[in-house]
């Protein structure tokens, strides 16, 4: 008995430890994995964006089709080949008909031929009723039809895959644009929530401080009451920056195709300071409206679109030429092998050489005629749209110009509002160490100063965002205006 004790005591002891060494190894059980902490640059980010995303990666099968088809347009001159082999069997049988000679006495006297004339002999009908037969065929085929419409398809396969190709880098600048102002987004968030944090923590110890000097009979109840409700106050802002900066972040890593989870280290500094760009309005709208990457897809849509629209009128308006030639030898009964003998003579084939033409596309009111003018309606749409779009391109770099102008003039600004901040701040400061202010007035001084910076600060990504905006609306590699200007860091 007190072996089987010991056994057991020893089984238990054994499953302690294994199951103390995985709970250490993997956390405890039912414990929710940490999130992982990764550093990021918006270059990194980009990349990662670039890769995992689902419908650029769709996007991409699409173009690698294009491409393909384009590659090996010139195959639309290859003719059709067609092989064919049946082995049947009727499902009814068939009546064969015909005469049977008489042999046995001419018929000359009957019919009162002169002598000498020669033999005639009579004939006699008969029916004979034959099985269901088997049969065994082979067919060999070529065609090849030529039309003025196979040189206008065979451009319209280039023109589908040059349009693809701009639809995805369409996709691509579009992602790294998104990418980036989120990226400069969840900077500002942070900073904001960082300043709304030190701004509770003061509140917190106005709260502390105006109790101590209500216990100790040196401020009135109504003080302890007014810190009470500024710090609590200042909780659901401080919990709403915080939920802004969760949610900026798990958006960011569904973006980049990472767990929602994924927390991030921003390895861009804050930016502190920009110079200010400068843009020649005028120019950039005239580029803008020839280059941005949607004016540039619409255009090349259009392109594409006319020239499907040729290739239909060619088919159907234009005579083509068809050539075929076949090979069918066959043989009846194939289980006799007598029958094979001349299988391969009974069918020799045939060539043939066709000029045709397709007349309803010469009656405009036939349906073909109506299909052209359908096509037509529908390039004339997509040339009003592009006209439209040109025009929305030139108010929408304007007001880009002028919010970075306005940015710009903010900045200033608030730059002076920050020098005065700073003023006051070291003041107080310098009171504070004579013993005239408080600590807690200090730390006000302190959140005013932070508030200030705050504001030039969210300006300066306000006119970077803006200046990520105008190079894709202008059709230039992002970063030529904006990169630089991170580069200004404290």
Known sequence: MKRKLSVIAAAVMVFSGLAFAQESADGPVGATAPPTVMKITPDEAVDLAIKNNLSLQSTAVDLDTKKRQSDLRWNQFIPSFDARVTLGRQNQGSTVSGNTPVIQAPLNTALGLPAGSPPVYGVTPYSMDVDPQWFFQTNFAIAWQFSFALFEGIRNLRLNYETGLISYEKAKLQTERDIRKAYYQMLLAQENLKLTR?????????????????????????????????????????????????????????????????????????????????????QLIADAVEKK??????????VY??????????????????????????????????????????????????????????????????????????????????????????????NIILSLQKAQTSIEALKKTVELAQ???????????????????????????????????????????????LEYAVGVSLGTLSRSETGNED
């Open 198 to 282: 030190e701004s509770y923590e003061t509140a917190e110890r106005q709260e502390t401080s105006a109790r101590a000097a209500y216990r100790a009979g040196l401020a009135p109840e109504l003080q302890l009451l007014q810190a009470q409700v500024s710090k609590e106050n200042k909780k659901p802002e401080l919990d709403e920056q915080e939920n802004q900066v969760k949610m900026l972040k798990a958006q960011f890593a569904y973006t980049l195709g990472l767990p929602t989870n994924t927390d991030f280290e921003l390895i861009q500094p804050r930016v502190d300071s920009i110079d200010a760009v400068p843009l020649d309005t005028r």
């Open 305 to 398: 679109a006319k020239s499907g629209r040729k290739a239909q009128d060619l088919r159907q308006n234009t005579p083509y030429i068809a050539l075929s030639w076949n090979f069918a030898p066959n043989v009846v009964d194939p289980w006799t092998p007598g029958n094979w003998g001349d299988w391969f003579k009974k069918d020799g084939g045939s060539f043939s050489l066709t000029v045709g033409m397709n007349l309803n596309g010469l009656v405009p009111l036939f349906k073909e005629g109506q299909a052209l003018k359908d096509l037509d309606n529908q390039i004339k749409i997509a040339e009003i749209g592009l006209e439209q779009m040109k025009q929305g391109t030139e108010i929408e770099v304007y």
């Open 423 to 469: 003023r006051s701040y070291d003041s107080t400061y310098r009171a504070y160490g004579a013993g005239l202010q408080t600590f807690v007035e200090v730390k006000n001084a302190e959140d005013a100063l932070n508030q200030a910076k705050l504001g030039v600060l969210s300006q300066n990504y306000t006119y970077i965002m803006g200046l990520i905006d």
């Open 293 to 302: 990457p949607d004016i540039k897809e619409l255009k090349a849509q259009i």
